[in-house]
């Protein structure tokens, strides 16, 4: 596409309950990051994908989150046993294979749980 | 530790006035620096970037940031400002490759007064 689609844009869970969220970067991007943007908050970086490379973790808050990148494209956020500090809008971005090129955000995916 | 620092959180500023919107990074590789502007419910989209040449670099709607080697600042200026301006702005750094997460500041609300 011609940009970068998350789905849903919004979705509102009942704590304990398992939810994914869904990124469909632009088509060729190798690099792709979901970041999480609480109320008042930066963007917390969460995960990173690069190409066929072991993803970057580092920052998932918990074992709850995880993320997988199926066939290098459509990337799948899902979050385990939600609480109510997991509400926060869910950002993912994807960037070229070349050096000099900025990263494109989609919308966002607005996860409440109440 | 890697990590950008925007000391404004909100700035309110009068139409036509100028603004200047500060950024600090830390960062122990040759950084790859940017400016993204959120508007309210949206994503994130590229105000300018920065890596290397010329250290005044020209962006989107009238927006120019200058970097500081020296002072480790990526601060982006704006000579009048339109009510459409109001925004949250986000300086962020990353590596110049593919490869390695973006880091982001807390941002910075801009206000605009009538």
């Known amino acids: 596409g011609a940009g970068v689609s998350q789905s849903p844009s919004n979705k509102v869970t009942e704590k304990g309950k398992d939810v994914e969220l869904r990124c469909d970067p632009i088509?060729?991007?190798?690099?792709l990051y979901w970041y999480r943007q609480s109320l008042g908050q930066g963007l917390e970086f969460l995960i990173y994908?690069?190409?066929?490379?072991?993803?970057?973790k580092s920052g998932l808050p918990s074992d709850r989150f995880s993320a997988e990148r199926t066939g290098g494209s459509v990337s799948t956020l899902t979050i385990q046993r939600t609480q109510q500090e997991d509400s926060a809008v869910y950002l993912c971005?994807?960037?070229?294979?070349?050096?000099?090129?900025?990263?494109?955000f989609g919308q966002g995916t607005r996860l409440t749980v109440v | 530790a890697q990590s950008v620092t925007q000391p404004d959180i909100h700035i309110t500023v009068s139409e036509g006035a100028s603004l200047e919107l500060r950024c600090n990074y830390s960062?122990?590789?040759?950084?790859?620096l940017f400016w993204y502007v959120q508007s309210p419910g949206q994503g994130l989209q590229l105000l300018l970037k920065?890596?290397?040449?010329?250290?005044l670099v020209q962006g989107i709607k009238g927006f120019e940031a200058e970097f500081k080697r020296s002072q480790s600042s990526f601060n982006l200026r704006k000579p009048s400002v339109h009510w459409s301006d109001a925004a949250e702005y986000f300086c962020?750094?990353?590596?110049?490759?593919?490869?390695?997460?973006?880091?982001f500041g807390q941002g910075t609300e801009l206000s605009v007064k009538p």
């Open positions: 971005a994807s960037r070229d294979r070349r050096g000099n090129t900025e990263a494109f």
């Open positions: 088509s060729g991007h190798t690099a």
């Open positions: 994908f690069q190409g066929n490379s072991a993803p970057d």
């Open positions: 960062y122990g590789a040759t950084p790859y």
């Open positions: 920065y890596f290397s040449g010329d250290t």
């Open positions: 962020a750094v990353g590596p110049y490759n593919q490869g390695g997460k973006l880091i």
